[in-house]
C-alpha cells in the first residue's frame, strides 16, 4: 500500500497563473478529501468526493477553485487565477467510510504564490 | 469552521514525563479522532473514539471521551523525543458525519 500520493511536493508560481495539483488516492477508498492549513486559519476542509461525486464543496474559497474525481485513483484541485493569498500547504486524505473511518493523508504540496 | 479546538495550544515536558492534550467540541458527534502531525508530513490518524465509548488505548496513548461535557483528552505516557508534533482533534461535522472537521492543534515539544 503506497498511501495517498500527492504531487507536485512543492510549487512556486506567480500571481495570475494557473495550478494544478494531483492526488491519488488510497485503492478502495470511496472519499476522497482536500484540506488547505495555513498558520491563520489552519486545516481547511475544501471539498470532498464519494465515489468520484462531489458532495460537499461548501469549504471551496472561491470561484477560482474547483476540483474533479474523473475516475476512482486520480483527483486535481485547480486554482487559476492564483493569488498570494492562496499560499499554502494542500493536503489530500482518503478513507473507507468517510468520517466514520480513519483518513489518510498524503505529504501535501506547498504551494507559494509571488 | 472548527468544530473542535485543543487545549493547551502548546505544551513542552522532558522526556518520560506524561502529555496531556484536551479537545472540545460544540455539537453532537458520531466519533472523535485524534492525529499527529510532524513538521512538514501529513496527518497521520492515532485513534478513532465513538460517541459509545468512553476511553481507548493503542500502546502509549490514552483516549478519554465525555460527550455530556462535549471534551475529549489524548494522553500520552512516557513522552520520547520522537512524539514532539502537533497533535489534532477531529470531529465529524454538525451537518454530515461524512465530513471531519479538525481543531487547531497542540504543539508538543519533547526535550530529551
Known amino acids: 500500500d503506497a498511501g495517498v500520493i500527492q504531487s507536485p511536493r512543492h510549487e512556486v508560481t506567480e500571481m495570475g497563473q494557473e495550478v494544478t495539483l494531483r492526488c491519488k488516492p488510497i485503492?478502495?477508498?470511496?472519499?476522497l478529501f482536500w484540506y488547505r492549513q495555513t498558520m491563520m486559519r489552519g486545516l481547511e476542509l475544501l471539498i470532498y468526493?464519494?465515489?468520484?461525486?462531489?458532495?460537499?464543496d461548501s469549504g471551496m474559497p472561491e470561484d477560482r477553485f474547483s476540483a474533479k474525481m474523473p475516475n476512482a485513483s486520480f483527483s486535481t484541485l485547480k486554482i487559476q487565477p492564483s493569488e498570494p493569498r492562496d499560499s499554502a500547504v494542500y493536503f489530500c486524505?482518503?478513507?473507507?467510510?468517510?468520517?466514520?473511518?480513519?483518513?489518510?493523508f498524503g505529504n501535501g504540496t506547498r504551494l507559494t504564490v509571488t | 469552521s472548527q468544530q473542535g479546538e485543543e487545549d493547551p495550544q502548546a505544551l513542552s515536558i522532558q522526556e518520560g514525563e506524561n502529555a496531556t492534550m484536551n479537545c472540545s467540541y460544540k455539537?453532537?458527534?458520531?466519533?472523535l479522532q485524534w492525529y499527529r502531525q510532524n513538521s512538514g508530513r501529513g496527518l497521520v490518524h492515532l485513534i478513532l473514539?465513538?460517541?459509545?465509548?468512553r476511553e481507548k488505548h493503542s500502546g502509549r496513548l490514552r483516549v478519554t471521551l465525555d460527550t455530556s461535557k462535549k471534551s475529549s483528552s489524548l494522553l500520552i505516557t512516557a513522552s520520547r523525543a520522537a512524539d514532539t508534533a502537533s497533535y489534532f482533534c477531529?470531529?465529524?461535522?454538525?451537518?454530515?458525519?461524512?465530513?471531519?472537521?479538525f481543531g487547531s492543534g497542540t504543539r508538543l515539544l519533547v526535550r530529551p
Open positions: 486524505a482518503s478513507s473507507r467510510q468517510g468520517a466514520r473511518s480513519p483518513l489518510h
Open positions: 485503492s478502495g477508498h470511496d472519499y
Open positions: 468526493f464519494n465515489n468520484n461525486v462531489p458532495i460537499d
Open positions: 455539537t453532537s458527534i458520531n466519533n
Open positions: 473514539i465513538r460517541s459509545n465509548e
Open positions: 477531529a470531529t465529524d461535522a454538525s451537518d454530515s458525519s461524512y465530513k471531519l472537521i
